[in-house]
């Protein structure tokens, strides 16, 4: 029997930052966990400021120095989201609020979480936005997400057969 593939949906607000660095290191991470063709990864925001447009030069920059590749476009979540996808993974309160808002029924509620949920050593409550900072910002982001990716990882697998 064929497994269905996992479908992961990162979320912040304009998707050109946080949610396509994390779709890119998770991809990174399954992939070389060797889990590709398991998993479909995405990426949205709960605006459309930026539909269309590919992720921000800096978060790119940041991101490719770190082997991961941003090249997803940005869009916003829409109605189907909430029925296509297993985990909706927010970057910060106010996404995950928006998503709850959004969520069309009780199983759609259950599959929204923030990113830090799944943090295994960094402390933070919610992946700041790094768009009106510096380089620093984009760093805090990608070691905040690849902590936090890497902790998802290892819970879906926790909580599902191999």
Known sequence: ????????????MGNI????????????MVKEAGYEKRFYIDS???TAYHKGELPDSRMKMCASL?????????????????YDFDLIIAMDDHNFDTLK?????????????KMTDYA??????????????GTAGFELVMDIL?????????SIFSTRDN
Do not use: N, W
Not at 66 to 82: E, I, K, M, N, Q
């Open 66 to 82: 770190r082997g991961y590749t941003l090249d997803s476009r940005s869009r916003p979540v829409v109605a189907d989201d909430f």
């Open 146 to 154: 690849e902590d936090a990716c890497g902790g998802l990882l290892a």
């Open 44 to 46: 949205a925001g709960t």
């Open 17 to 28: 930052c946080r949610s396509p660095a994390a779709e890119g290191v998770m991809k990174k």
């Open 101 to 113: 808002h959004k969520a069309p029924d009780a199983e759609s509620l259950s599959k929204i979480h």
């Open 1 to 12: 029997m064929k497994q269905e593939k996992i479908r992961l949906l990162f979320v912040c």
């Open 120 to 133: 295994q050593t960094m402390t933070y409550d919610h992946v700041p936005d790094p768009y009106y900072g």
